[in-house]
């Protein structure tokens, strides 16, 4: 039998009992399974890289959006196997693989099983074998787009019409940019169309469809419609104060901001800061950030903030000498010169665990400036507070080789138990969760930092919790999929929604404000004058969250997946901020509330990016009403 298989050319198989379908070497994306008779779908992994750094998690979703199984991989787990039933139903299974992943995952199931392959965009998706193929379909009448990117593997696509052999091609060009790919336009057609994929060359492929479903399987009969059907969320608020939110705040520039600036950034409302502290140009020019400074204080209200010492161009393996310690006074200096109105952070070097070759190295540039920052009580009246360790992620390990002698948490743990009287706060930064059902180990690791500092008789962390940067990519590898549409307001939904749901983290802030021409990834899209600022999707999400951000969270029990919710109060408000994450209607149902609802107001946001009302009921306690897919939602009430 011909192989037809998505990577490794493990393809189709029979035995003597059984036929079987495999796929393998999935690293990023969505297996939709629909079985018509029991089934197992057993899921197998083995080390990609830095595998033993890394914990990950599988996801089975079942055909109404409810979790029917969440496998934690250990670090530790660099090899292992997981098995789910499948029952018969007309919806999809949705076996998820969430990406950025260290594993290459192979899948099994049923032969009979419909399975479709939903790659990711721009990313890599899967590792292949030169030759392998798979099918797509296209609707009649549909303007479908084949795209693919070169990662050193992959190298062309080959389109082949089932009907009547009409063949496309598409090669896979290096670009300088992460962002930019290939595509080519397919036919258009008053009739369906099954189109044959091969891929040539060996390695990390990436590949996709815009314009129809992007979804793909192993032989043309599998190519069936999707079958999704609605959800139920099921939320019950208590009066339960569990702490305060974050604040939520953007890195700013090394600038003063320009007055055509001023209206987005006031759109936005950050109430906190990511800065950077160039040590070369303050060493030089002492005075140079005081101006800037103040006007993000005075003029912009930020009152929380950050900042990282680093060399120009974020240069961040700092080093103990004449230059970085004149840096570090001139930086102190101005931050006295604020008047004591804020909390002023300071984090010593950018993801030390990232960009220094040894723990030790860390902890005595560490000692070094901490004692300089302690040796004038000054600095403290002024609200200056020491960070550490400022690490890239903090479970998992940094994007380098050793990674798991890097980890962020573990760096924390042992600068605390030596300097634990030098450190105010913990801080670190979070990347490539880019996948929207992945993003709740955002409330794993604030957990995780809270149970490394230690709670204080009322349940608060003994040192401040800072997330003080975050993306869907690190760096410049980024997918105008993630950063330009309304994907990116529901990851950074979804982000808020779970970094804050135990009332444990101070600080939260998105990176970066504005884009840069190597780091299109702000709120704000500028344009090449620099006179025209405006908000991007994410940008207009954020501004819809701060228009219903109130500063206690309370205690809120959700049985939903797809569905993350946040329950907040002010002094006489109440409030509930959700997404949902799927693209699947959800009738939600809350119980817990008081009806009627004194001036109670529900408000969606979807992918126009335009905030609307929309009806509910209220009724013997409970308010239900119905939330459409890939849509943000604000529930707000007076006491």
């Not at 595998?51 to 991989?73: C, P, S, T, V």
Request: with cysteine; glycine share 8%.
């Amino acid at each position: 039998m011909k192989s037809l298989a998505l990577l490794l050319g493990l393809g189709l198989s029979l035995d003597a009992f059984a036929a079987s379908m495999r796929w393998g070497d999935i690293r990023d994306g969505s297996l939709y399974l629909q079985a018509d008779r029991p089934d197992t779908v057993t899921v197998r992994w083995a080390p990609a890289w830095q595998a033993d750094a890394n914990e990950e998690h599988l996801y089975l979703l079942d055909g109404q959006g409810k979790l029917q199984g969440d496998r934690f991989i250990k670090a530790s787990e660099t090899r292992g196997s997981q098995s789910w039933p499948l029952a018969p139903g007309a919806a999809s299974y949705q076996l998820e693989i969430p990406g950025y992943s260290f594993r290459n995952y192979r899948v099994e199931h049923d032969e009979n099983t419909v399975a479709l392959f939903a790659p990711a965009k721009v990313h890599f998706s899967a590792e292949t074998r030169d030759g392998d193929e798979l099918y797509f379909r296209i609707a009649p009448g549909e303007h479908a787009v084949l795209a693919g990117k070169f990662h050193g593997g992959v190298s062309a696509l080959q389109a082949q019409r089932v009907s009547d052999g009409q063949q496309l091609s598409l090669a896979l060009k290096p670009y300088r940019a992460y962002w930019q790919f290939d595509q080519v336009a397919l036919p258009v057609s008053d009739r369906e169309q099954v189109w044959r994929l091969r891929l040539q060359g060996s390695g990390k492929a990436a590949f996709w469809l815009d314009g129809t479903a992007n979804l793909f399987a192993q032989n043309p009969q599998q190519l069936k419609p999707l079958r999704e059907d609605d959800g139920q969320t099921r939320l019950t608020l208590h009066d339960k104060v569990l702490g305060r939110t974050p604040d939520l705040g953007i890195a700013l520039p090394y600038v003063m901001p320009p007055p055509a600036s001023h209206a987005a950034l006031d759109a936005l409302k950050p109430t906190a800061a990511s800065y950077y502290s160039f040590v070369d140009v303050t060493a030089k020019k002492p005075q140079f950030e005081d101006a800037f400074r103040q006007v993000y204080q005075d003029r912009f209200g930020i009152r929380q903030d950050i900042t990282l010492l680093a060399g120009s161009q974020r240069q961040a393996d700092l080093r103990a000498d004449v230059q970085s310690n004149g840096g570090l006074d001139a930086w102190l200096a101005s931050t006295r010169l604020l008047g004591g109105k804020g909390t002023h952070y300071i984090g010593f070097a950018d993801e030390p665990n990232l960009n220094y070759s040894s723990y030790e190295q860390y902890r005595s540039i560490f000692t070094s400036m901490a004692r300089q920052v302690r040796s004038d009580p000054a600095n403290a009246r002024a609200g200056v507070r020491i960070a550490m360790p400022a690490s890239s992620r903090l479970v998992n390990g940094p994007f380098a080789d050793n990674a798991a002698n890097k980890r962020g948490i573990d760096w924390a743990r042992r600068l605390l138990s030596e300097s634990a009287d030098q450190v105010d706060a913990l801080a670190w930064h979070e990347w490539m969760v880019r996948d929207l059902l992945a993003t709740r180990v955002y409330r794993d690791s604030v957990r995780r930092a809270a149970d490394l500092v230690g709670l204080d008789a009322k349940g608060q962390p003994r040192k401040a919790l800072l997330l003080d940067q975050t993306n869907l990519s690190s760096g410049s590898s980024l997918s105008p999929y993630d950063q330009e549409t309304h994907y990116t307001s529901l990851w950074w939904a979804s982000v808020v929604i779970n970094a804050s749901q135990d009332g444990l983290l101070t600080m939260l802030n998105w990176f970066q404000a504005a884009d840069e021409p190597e780091y299109p990834k702000g709120m704000l899209r500028v344009s090449a004058d620099e006179q025209h600022f405006e908000l991007k999707p994410v940008g207009l999400a954020q501004q819809f969250i701060q228009q219903h951000w109130l500063h206690k969270v309370l205690w809120l029990e959700n049985d939903a997946f797809e569905v993350d919710v946040l329950a907040m109060a002010g002094d006489d408000q109440r409030g509930l901020l959700g997404v949902n994450k799927g693209t699947r209607l959800q009738r939600v149902d809350l119980a817990g509330a008081k009806c009627p609802l004194n001036n109670g107001a529900l408000r969606y946001f979807g992918a126009d990016n335009r905030s609307r009302d929309a009806p509910f009921r209220c009724q013997d306690g409970r308010v239900r009403f119905e939330l459409p897919g890939q849509t943000l939602f604000s529930l707000s009430w007076r006491t």
